[in-house]
């Protein structure tokens, strides 16, 4: 621990050995108070790759590091952007002889009472990025695709049964921020209180589709209406203007081409996997990065100023970098083809469970079977209760919902349940059903509607492939057709849906991940301070230095698979398909299809005509898909 001073009290700090920033120093008090509980603990028990390490044994490190790694990337960032405003873009602003003297004068204002507005909301920033993933659930973001998928809401369930998906965990962390607020947490930070309301202000406007587009509104300034014509007169402007441009420039560092959240990942994932492809170099990063104002006139006495999130035109080499880097890290790591299978698979079990798991839930009212199965998998239970409680809690839904999601509103009832949510929870699960303990609840599965049966064989096939590391065949297949499909698929295009509806089973699972390296919307764009032009910015791909981003602009990496448990045999593929073979039907055979089917309550016969169907299935549906691109 070390001692600073700060408004004249001594600060203790908190340093914690770190593999990608050396050390990570923090007040004492906001680790005691906020790092220190148990909603941010949990991460720990969270890896932040999930699947990854099928690939890469490595590729274990957590939820937790990554927060505070996240965290201590906020406040250098914050540190640096100040320093920048202060010695580099006020006075150049200065310098700026053909703008009158008193509109430089206004514009230096604003930008000195913004420095020191960034300083005050530090506590709040760093806060905020410390819970920038308490949305997350075990198995992350592979969760987050069982959780949405398809099969949800088209599987043939019981009447009445409420299903809610889990939508984007940016939503789940913001309810938590505001839960956090409502219910008087305190949390210090250098011996002052963090405003906790502000906190989800900013965690708002860097992920709410509602407020972002308040960071593209520009700051009126005008000519005061008195005071003597012949004196230069500064220009006024509204103070409230400078907190919301605050507030939008820490969202824009949390979510942003450049925010402190792939600062971070990209160097952590790259350390962790053994891929060296993804080091840039983040002192720099923090170095170059400051507020750009852009000025327009828009009248004899009024002008409207813009301030956004860039970098210093001698940053250009480490902010190409950081986006190279970037796109390394998904065509070797995060697109890896037996990782996305990986995730395929454990997104369908997850999918399954969650479904049987709100059947059980809403039994478990009179049925003892279903009561007992839910206590010897609290994970299941818990997942329940908790997309309930934080899907519906608003609504509060019909009858057993409506009395569920009241019963879990406070923080300390989702705090428990989160608590249960974790990936060595989930594995326990899978564990269960691996070594055969789990009858009870594959036999309640088969029960499940018309598709009870598939759903079971692919929970039991699924989990021996994870468990025992085969994975599934697939078709995969990237190019530009992919990333049309894809962005079909994501705005539920009706043509690509009816068919994904028509042919999605239990046993055929689509995924997919398309990656923009560089996002060309208004709040992600990334713009260049050019001190011999200081309001004057450009964007970066329109800088002439910036060769590298004039290329990836409109560039995508997309890939899409049709992950299925046996093989793709002769049937022809069209193009771009290609297939990627799996041992998971040869597996089965190999242990024994009784082992794996007979809790579903399939012959051997039955179970080998679903896997083969499931194979003609998914060639169908491939051959399908590419057609309507």
């Known amino acids: 621990m070390t001692a600073g001073a700060r408004g004249g009290a001594a600060v203790r700090t908190k340093i914690i050995k770190d593999i990608v920033h050396t050390f990570i120093r923090l007040p004492e008090d906001f680790v005691a108070s906020i790092v220190d509980t148990p909603l941010v603990q949990r991460m720990r028990r969270i890896q932040q790759l999930s699947l990854a390490q099928q690939v890469y044994p490595g590729a274990v490190h957590t939820r937790f590091e990554h927060s505070l790694g996240v965290a201590y990337t906020m406040k250098m960032a914050l540190e640096s952007i100040r320093q920048n405003l202060e010695e580099l873009v006020i006075p150049s602003i200065h310098r700026v002889e053909s703008v009158d003297k008193g509109v430089r004068a206004g514009l230096a204002r604003f930008l000195e009472r913004l420095g020191r507005e960034l300083g005050e909301l530090e506590k709040e920033a760093v806060t905020a990025a410390l819970l920038h993933d308490i949305g997350h659930i075990g198995m992350s973001h592979i ?66 589709d509602n407020r972002k587009p308040l960071c593209t509104r520009g700051v009126e300034l005008a000519r005061p209406k008195t005071g003597k014509l012949d004196k230069v007169l ?136 279903a009561r007992e199965i839910l206590e010897r998998h609290p994970y299941l239970d818990a997942l329940a209760r908790f997309m309930v409680a934080i899907k519906l809690g608003d609504t509060g839904g019909d009858g057993f919902y409506s009395e569920l999601a009241r019963r879990y509103r406070s923080l300390g009832d989702l705090e ?27 036999e309640y599965i088969s029960g499940m509607g018309p598709w009870g049966g598939e759903a079971c064989l692919a929970t039991a096939l699924y989990t021996h492939g994870v468990m025992a590391r085969r994975h599934a065949s697939a078709l995969i297949a990237t190019g530009e057709r992919t990333a049309r499909l894809i962005q079909s698929i994501e705005g ?10 028509r042919s999605l089973r239990p046993l055929i699972v689509v995924n997919w991940a398309r990656h923009r390296p560089y996002k060309d919307t208004v709040t992600h764009r990334i ?35 049709i992950a299925f448990p046996g093989q793709a045999g002769d049937a022809r593929l069209p193009s771009p398909w290609e297939v990627r073979g799996g041992k998971l039907a040869s597996y089965m055979e190999q242990v024994g299809v009784e082992r794996i089917a007979g809790p579903c309550g399939l012959t051997a016969e039955e179970a080998g005509r679903l896997v083969k169907r499931s194979s003609r299935s998914a060639v169908e549906l491939a051959d399908t898909l590419m057609s309507l691109v």
Do not use: W
Not at 494 to 500: G, H, K, M, R, T
Not at 556 to 561: H, M, T
């Open 492 to 501: 539920y295009e009706a043509q690509v849906d009816n068919v994904l509806r």
């Open 416 to 442: 428990l349940l989160l608590a249960q949510l974790t990936d060595d929870a989930f594995y326990m699960t899978l564990a269960s059903i691996y070594s055969g303990r789990s009858q009870d609840l594959l």
């Open 143 to 208: 969760a987050e695709m069982g959780l949405n998928d398809r099969l949800l809401v088209y599987y043939p369930n019981r009447p009445g049964l409420v299903v809610p998906t889990m939508g984007r965990h940016e939503d789940i962390v913001i309810k938590m921020a505001r839960l956090m607020a409502r219910s008087g947490v305190e949390v210090l930070y250098s011996s002052r209180r963090v405003d906790l309301d502000t906190v989800c202000e900013i965690l708002e406007y860097a992920y709410s």
């Open 527 to 561: 713009h260049v301070f050019r001190r011999r032009h200081p309001l004057s910015p450009v964007e970066l791909h329109a800088d002439e230095r910036a060769m590298v981003t004039k290329k990836i602009k409109d560039e995508a990496y997309s890939k899409i698979l």
């Open 234 to 369: 500064d220009m006024d402007f509204n103070g409230g203007e400078v907190r919301r441009v605050a507030l939008c420039i820490i969202a824009r560092l949390l979510d942003s081409n450049i925010d402190v959240d792939r600062a971070d990942y990209i160097l952590r994932d790259s350390i962790h996997t053994g891929n060296t492809s993804g080091v840039y170099d983040i002192n720099r990063y923090y170095a170059v990065l400051t507020v750009v104002p852009r000025l327009q006139n828009t009248g004899a006495n009024t002008y409207r100023a813009h301030f956004m999130l860039g970098v210093l035109d001698k940053g250009l080499s480490v902010v190409e970098n950081m986006l190279l880097s970037r796109i390394y890290m998904y065509t070797d790591v995060y697109l890896h083809d037996i990782s996305m299978i990986y995730s395929a698979m454990v997104s369908r079990i997850m999918a399954i469970l969650y479904l049987a798991s709100l059947n059980l839930l809403h039994d478990s009212q009179e049925d003892p079977r």
